[in-house]
């Protein structure tokens, strides 16, 4: 069975604060892994890893995939209270013309001022 | 702004009863997946649509069904509801298999 795992599950940081989030995973016919920020509803897209080794940036955040070892990283530098949220990891995979996403459970993120 | 919308965004419903979700994908997007996301979990994944077919399934029994129409939207329909149907359903779409976007999500409660 395709499994994602997530760690910490939650985490509260001060403003300015750099944190690290983890994602392991086992899944068959592995095509990608992706970050989502979940506020409310809809989770938002981050980024989108597919080759092992490449650093992906956008702003203050960054994320990194390890084919090898089976997860990736999601770093935010110089927190701040809008960071606040819940950060989903998803793997996608495929199986012939079928492609979907397995989440983790997410890490619950809180920036206090 | 997400170019797929949801509706309704809320809803309650008795233990017993039907329920149809409708999704509307962004332009040019002709994949339609759903996901369940309970409180304090990730989502997980219900089924996929493409091009008006069901194109892969996740563990969910089969009194959960749904359609995709010409225009790529598509309909989640739940009976039977249980209490454990209780959770935000998420609808994303794709037009290539590395991104989906999400919908807002309709937050159904089962009473």
């Known amino acids: 069975e395709d499994k994602v795992v997530q760690s910490p599950l939650s985490l509260v940081v001060h403003e300015g604060d750099t944190v690290t989030l983890n994602c392991s995973y086992e899944v068959t016919n592995f095509r990608s892994l992706l970050w989502y920020k979940q506020e409310k509803k809809a989770p938002t897209f981050l980024f989108m890893l597919?080759?092992?080794?490449i650093e992906k940036k956008s702003g203050r955040l960054s994320s990194i995939l390890d084919k090898k070892e089976l997860f990736s990283i999601l770093n935010i530098t110089a927190t701040q209270t809008g960071d606040s949220a819940v950060y989903l990891c998803a793997v996608g995979n495929s199986g012939g013309s079928n492609y979907k996403l397995t989440f983790g459970k997410g890490t619950l993120l809180t920036v206090n001022p | 702004e997400t170019g797929v919308t949801q509706s309704p965004t809320h809803l309650i419903k008795t233990r017993g009863q039907q329920v149809t979700l409708r999704c509307s994908s962004q332009?040019?997007?002709?994949?339609v997946s759903w996901y369940q996301q309970a409180l304090g979990q990730g989502p997980q994944f219900i089924f996929q649509?493409?091009?008006?077919?069901?194109?892969g399934r996740g563990n969910f029994p089969p009194r959960f069904s749904g359609l995709q129409f010409p225009n790529y939207s598509s309909e989640l329909n739940v009976n039977a509801l249980e209490l454990d149907d209780s959770a935000l359903y998420l609808c994303?779409?794709?037009?290539?298999?590395?991104?989906?976007?999400f919908g807002s999500g309709t937050r159904l409660t089962v009473v």
């Open positions: 332009s040019g997007h002709n994949t």
């Open positions: 994303a779409s794709s037009s290539q298999s590395y991104g989906y976007t």
């Open positions: 649509y493409y091009r008006e077919e069901e194109n």
């Open positions: 597919t080759s092992s080794g």
